[in-house]
């Protein structure tokens, strides 16, 4: 059973930046990926970024693009997500996720999940 620790969230002021962290409790399969999703009160689960395991590949949704990066440590089993010039509308709890699918968007394809993260942007 895979078991996910998100950590890094926080309060910042908008221009400011975070680190998430999600802990693996076992080295990911090279195939696999993992991504960040986050999910603001009363609304969805939206995608934020995926990469695969094996090849570093990502990809990122339009929302974060330019501003957030998401990279791994194979030594770690850990994935981070790098934030930059947050705004107020990045506030969610970002959860991260594990799939055998390749840089899956949808949540539905993610059977592991952290337990999430608040990250909180005021202006």
């Known amino acids: 059973q895979v078991q996910l620790v998100e950590s890094g969230g926080g309060l910042v002021q908008a221009g400011g930046s975070l680190r998430l962290s999600c802990a693996a409790s076992?080295?990911?399969?090279?195939?696999?990926?993992m991504g960040w999703f986050r999910q603001a009160p009363g609304k969805e689960r939206d995608f934020v970024a995926a990469?695969?395991?094996?090849?570093?590949?990502?990809d990122y949704a339009d929302s974060v693009k330019g501003r957030f990066t998401i990279s791994r440590d194979n030594a770690k089993n850990t994935m981070y997500l790098q934030m930059n010039n947050l705004k107020p509308e990045d506030t969610a709890v970002y959860y991260c996720?594990?799939?055998?699918?390749?840089?899956?968007?949808?949540?539905?394809?993610?059977?592991?999940w952290g337990q999430g993260t608040q990250v909180t942007v005021f202006s």
């Open positions: 996720a594990e799939t055998a699918r390749y840089l899956s968007s949808l949540s539905s394809e993610y059977p592991y």
């Open positions: 076992g080295r990911p399969y090279s195939a696999y990926s």
């Open positions: 990469i695969h395991w094996g090849s570093g590949r990502t």
